[in-house]
């Protein structure tokens, strides 16, 4: 079996998959983690492919312009991304 698992950049989003990813490796199956790089050394650490998100979206939340700002003067929809 082929098993995909994906996230968002955030940590927070990312552990669950991660941990439940480790049940089909250890049972035999290719396994493939899709996130931002900075987490790449994590899945491979679990025996997983790595697959980078695209640039565009692969940024560390904790470092975005938005980070600490209230949500209500954010621009709407998918604009803020190109806002950094």
């Keep these: 079996m082929r098993v995909l698992f994906a996230s968002t950049p955030t940590s927070g989003l990312f552990n669950p998959p991660l941990a439940i ?12 983690g899709l996130s931002r790089r900075a ?35 954010s621009p709407p929809g998918p604009e803020w991304l190109g806002s950094r």
């Excluded at 990813?21 to 493939?32: F, L, N, W």
């Excluded at 980078?52 to 949500?71: K, M, N, T």
């Design 21 to 32: 990813g480790r049940i089909p490796i250890a049972t035999g199956h290719e396994v493939v």
């Design 39 to 73: 987490f790449r050394q994590r899945v491979e650490g679990v025996g997983a492919k790595f697959h980078s998100l695209p640039a565009q979206v692969d940024f560390d939340p904790g470092e975005h312009p938005l980070s600490g700002s209230r949500v209500e003067n």
